[in-house]
């Protein structure tokens, strides 16, 4: 199993950091870290670096910090992505958020940190994690319109999009939300299983506990199992082999 997308880099994670990633290890093939914030940049590498071949790293920055960073610091987080560009395995996470952002104007800045993200994937040759929350339609319109090739739609949530999501010969990742939503679970009964992969979002989404813990996956991958009617070894396989062929990852 592989958690394709969670974020070792939070606070969250400050106090048991190394335990949590040796627990993981014990249970799971690969967790992909995802630096979602500039500052969290050197912290994100010095994971890759010390957990080599085990702990990989998208980075980006998420659209809900689009007030927070300044055109500074986008240009050099784009500069230093592309310094390190062999150590990460994705851009991301990027994408749109109306949840979070609801000003027009903000809205307008999302897009164009998203398409300069989305060139910086295709220089760069890197595949693109996408984020899309209350803005599904949104970020498929421009993803078309800027031709992005490989994508994973991350934690996707608009089963009637699903169609266009496999015209386009994309991907989604699904969370422990599977456990709970009805939507979810339906869209995922629709998805093919070549082209889901399976995350947690930690620190976030916390399934037995409060806090969210990569290995929490095995309770994403049981539930594909259920709905999909599949073996859940089955279901680990593909899910595995979806994420390692993406992801190119060395493992």
Known sequence: MIDIHCHL???????DRDEIIETCKK????VITCCAH???????LQLTEKYKNFVFATCGIHPEYIKEV???????????????KEKIVAIGETGMDKFWIQEVDWQVKQKDLFVNLISLAKKIDKPLVVHSREA??????????ENAKKV?????????????????????????ILLKSKNHKKMIRDMPIERIMTETDSPWFGVEEKRGVPTNVKFVVQKISEIKK??????????????VKFFSLNI
């Open 70 to 84: 300044s055109e500074k610091e986008i240009d050099e987080c784009i500069e230093k992505i592309k310094q390190n």
């Open 136 to 145: 599904c339609k949104d970020v498929l319109e421009i993803l078309e319109s």
């Open 9 to 15: 880099e939070q606070p969250d994670f400050s106090k």
């Open 27 to 30: 249970e799971l093939k690969a």
């Open 152 to 176: 994973l739609l991350h934690l996707w949530g608009d089963k009637n999009l699903i169609k266009t999501i496999l015209d386009y010969g994309w991907h989604i990742s699904v969370g422990p």
């Open 230 to 243: 599949m073996n859940i070894e089955d279901v680990d396989r593909i899910t595995t082999q979806n994420a």
């Open 38 to 44: 500039p500052r969290d940049f050197d912290l994100t």
